[in-house]
């Protein structure tokens, strides 16, 4: 299996940019799809961003589209979110997660693993 720990959140300015880490350790970390979700208070976890094992495909929800931009270093073993022109929608816990599977749906049930959050906030 595979653990993973986030980095990178923090207090932001409206219109400023994160960059959020998540580390693996433990399994090869080219064998795993990964994402990044969200939680704000009160509304359920959903995909932020996704990243296929070779880091060639790519999704983003429609809200992030443009303002974020997910990569990955299998050298590494790292996962990155860069997030720009933020905005007080995007304060959330940011969870990073993996799959050995093919996710479909990018829902949360199809991710095996996951970080234990790190918490962004911005303020407007």
């Known amino acids: 299996q595979v653990q993973l720990v986030e980095s990178g959140g923090g207090l932001v300015q409206a219109g400023g940019s994160l960059r959020l880490s998540c580390a693996a350790s433990?399994?090869?970390?080219?064998?795993?799809?990964m994402a990044w979700f969200r939680q704000a208070p009160g509304k359920e976890r959903s995909v932020v961003a996704s990243?296929?094992?070779?880091?060639?495909?790519?999704y983003y929800a429609n809200s992030v589209r443009g303002r974020f931009t997910i990569s990955r270093d299998n050298a590494k073993n790292t996962v990155y979110l860069q997030m720009n022109s933020l905005n007080a929608e995007d304060t959330a816990v940011y969870y990073c997660a993996a799959t050995e599977g093919i996710p479909r749906t990018r829902a949360p049930t199809e991710y095996e693993y996951w970080g234990q959050g790190t918490l962004v906030t911005v303020s407007s």
């Open positions: 990243i296929s094992r070779s880091g060639t495909i790519l």
């Open positions: 433990g399994r090869t970390f080219s064998s795993y799809a």
